[in-house]
């Protein structure tokens, strides 16, 4: 194995840290950071990740409640709790954890969310204010992988970009943050005719699929950098990424392990967007 590993526990250590002293700042001004979860239904992994950020709330000081509904609830019941939220002064975030269940109108739920309170950043409102070029609050994902890349002095100007996938929570933030850096951007996904082609010219590719170890050293152009966003369950219960990391490490020069990459950075962006979101709701100026 040649590439160094990108040590995403690491650099979430940092962050934690970081938030956590404005968090304390804050309280001392009288602000409580209060993040309020919306989690629909039984899915046993957004139960996972529910479960990681409230502990990871406890940990920097931020307050967080978890509302559960039944698997069942009406588009009706959600949408009340979020109009609810919005008007409670002493929230700062919400969170609606995705994905809801099927029968939920996931896109017009997540507009009802107070834009000063989404602390994902995937109201339209503050993704179209990411797309003119004066973000407020950038989604966390995205985000959490551009602090890895500035961590280890990876260098995006002028480099070849490859995003593999097109979500509005990864995909398509990350092509805009890539590009606001300089770097030249191709968007794969599906539908791409020739995606080795694509992935081959890479110097920075980022892959988020949800497919399994689908991309393979062979796709990968020697010394690339390598961030791995999947997070899948195969059946004998370990976790792998989208890339293959056994024979990706042979060829990258640095690349992010599954877990330990990027799932913990997007947690920290989750804490430092509400810390921020708490900051912006008081006044307080960047
Ligand atoms: N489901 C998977 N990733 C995310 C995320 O970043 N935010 C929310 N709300 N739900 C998710």
């Known amino acids: 194995m040649k590439a160094q590993i990108i040590d995403g526990k690491a650099v979430s250590k940092k962050v934690h840290e970081e938030v956590k002293a404005e968090v304390e700042a804050l309280k001392k001004r009288g602000i409580e950071p209060f993040l309020a979860v919306v989690l629909v239904g039984d899915n046993p992994a957004s139960k996972v990740y529910v479960r990681n950020k409230e502990k990871a709330c406890a940990k920097v000081g931020i307050k967080t409640y978890t509302h559960r509904l039944p698997q069942d609830a009406s588009y009706d019941e959600v949408a009340s709790l979020i109009r609810q939220l919005n008007e409670d002064p002493s929230v700062n975030g919400i969170l609606v954890q995705l994905p809801l269940p099927d029968h939920l109108d996931e896109k017009s ?7 000063a309170k989404d ?12 797309l003119s070029g004066n973000p407020t609050v950038k989604p966390c994902t995205p985000l959490g992988i551009m602090r890895l890349l500035d961590e280890y002095g990876v260098e995006l100007k002028g480099k070849e970009a490859v995003v593999v996938g097109r979500s509005v929570i990864v995909g398509k933030p990350m092509w805009l943050l890539l590009l606001e850096r300089h770097a030249t951007v191709t968007t794969c996904h599906s539908r791409t005719a020739d995606l080795s082609f694509h992935t081959k010219r890479a110097d920075v590719l980022v892959v988020a699929t949800g497919r399994p170890k689908m991309i393979t050293g062979d796709m990968i152009k020697p010394g690339a950098v390598v961030i791995d966003v999947g997070i899948n369950r195969l059946e004998d219960g370990s976790l792998v990424g989208d890339v293959d990391f056994e024979s990706a490490s042979e060829v990258a020069s640095m690349i992010t392990p599954v877990p330990g990459g990027v799932g913990p950075m997007t947690v920290a962006m989750l804490l ?3 810390v921020q979101a708490a900051r912006r709701q008081n006044g307080i100026e960047d």
């Open 109 to 115: 739920l997540l507009e009802l969310v107070d834009p």
């Open 119 to 130: 602390v994902d950043g995937f109201h339209p409102y503050n993704l179209g204010r990411l």
């Open 272 to 274: 430092y967007n509400t």
